[in-house]
């Protein structure tokens, strides 16, 4: 996520726009062993926040801690379908899979040893459909990470995509599991399905020999390029969202558009924010609108903050004076 001026709909905002809505956003944690999304909790009373668990232990440990109201954890693996399944125990508790670990790459990359296997134990599993058949209200926002399994979990929640606007999972480039599905199967899934892909987020890279002291297990983004080491690229952070989404030639009513502009900003999504935004806007009566205006202003202003702070870090030298005094005047305003 950005970090340098913020969101580009703060918490007020979001609020501000989900209260708009006939129902709260519903948005569904797939793996969340540290627990929701933070960013996510901004909704207050105005989103339901679910996350799934596998470890019973670390379940109750979040539930006990969960800061929002609408905010639970539920004790149970998804997967493509009901029943039992076993549950591949790794060195980090993090890295257990409904998936064998690859020894293979263990063996290459030496900072897998987290991937190592230590056991396996039974679980009980079910399907996102079926947990969703026993709770009202479609699914809005979706996020995946569960080693490798993810396109299992998708498999497994046919009718609930249905509802879903946007989503985040995990994607692997390179087998850590054995016969575990790869970024290609999972692309095509959900291509299928009417998603396009927006954001490859947090790609991270495996090296060949041990990380140094001073350096970071796993190297994530830019950094890979600019300095031409770091390794294979082993996996990413990728954001899916509906197709009309991201096509400013379409037009959709009001209300889904500023469902829509609530789960760009979930995601820190700015061109769709302010696509949904607009098109809320312009369909909305009298009372809403002037909100939606509001929002609209602000998160306009927030991006362009941002394209002026990327301008500037990507200027030559001479240029950088420019590009700063410009910077600063626009964060005046």
């Not at 980090?92 to 409904?98: E, H, I, K, M, R």
């Not at 134990?121 to 709770?135: K, S």
């Not at 009417?194 to 490859?200: N, P």
Request: charge should be negative.
């Amino acid at each position: 996520m950005p970090t340098v001026f913020g969101p580009v709909v703060d918490a007020n905002g979001l609020r501000a726009i989900a209260a708009l809505l006939d129902r709260p956003i519903h948005a569904v944690d797939v793996g969340c062993r540290e627990g929701i999304r933070p960013e996510w909790r901004a909704l207050g009373p105005y989103g339901s926040l679910i996350g799934f668990e596998a470890d019973p232990e670390e379940c109750a440990r979040l539930n006990a801690g969960a800061v929002a109201d609408e905010e639970f954890y539920e004790p149970i693996a998804l997967a493509a379908s009901s029943g039992d399944a076993t549950l591949h125990l790794t060195v980090d508790p993090q890295s257990a899979s409904l998936y064998a670990p690859n020894e293979e790459a263990v063996r290459r990359h030496p900072e897998l040893w987290r991937h190592a296997s230590t056991g396996t134990t039974t679980v009980a599993t079910t399907t996102l459909d079926a947990w969703t058949e026993r709770r009202s209200g479609p699914i809005d926002v979706l996020k995946i990470d569960v080693q490798g399994a993810e396109l299992d979990v998708l498999r497994g929640a046919e009718r609930s995509l249905a509802s879903v606007r946007a989503l985040e999972l995990e994607v692997e480039f390179q087998s850590l599991y054995v016969h575990q599905p790869l970024f290609g199967d999972v692309d095509e899934f959900l291509r299928q399905r009417g998603f396009i892909l927006w954001r490859l987020r947090d790609i991270a890279h495996c090296g060949l020999t041990s990380s140094r002291r001073d350096e970071a297990a796993f190297t994530v983004g830019d950094a890979v390029e600019k300095t031409r080491v770091g390794g294979q690229i082993t996996w990413a952070n990728a954001v899916y969202v509906r197709s009309e989404m991201g096509d400013p030639g379409l037009h959709e009513d009001w209300e889904t558009s500023v469902r829509d502009a609530c789960v760009a900003a979930m995601f820190d999504l700015p061109e769709l924010v302010e696509l949904a935004l607009e098109r809320a806007r312009a369909g909305a009566p009298a009372k809403p609108r002037r909100t939606l205006s509001r929002q609209l202003a602000l998160a306009r202003r927030r991006a362009n903050r941002r394209r002026l702070h990327g301008l500037f870090w990507g200027a030559p030298q001479h240029a950088s004076g420019f590009v700063a005094a410009r910077l600063q005047r626009r964060s005046r305003g």
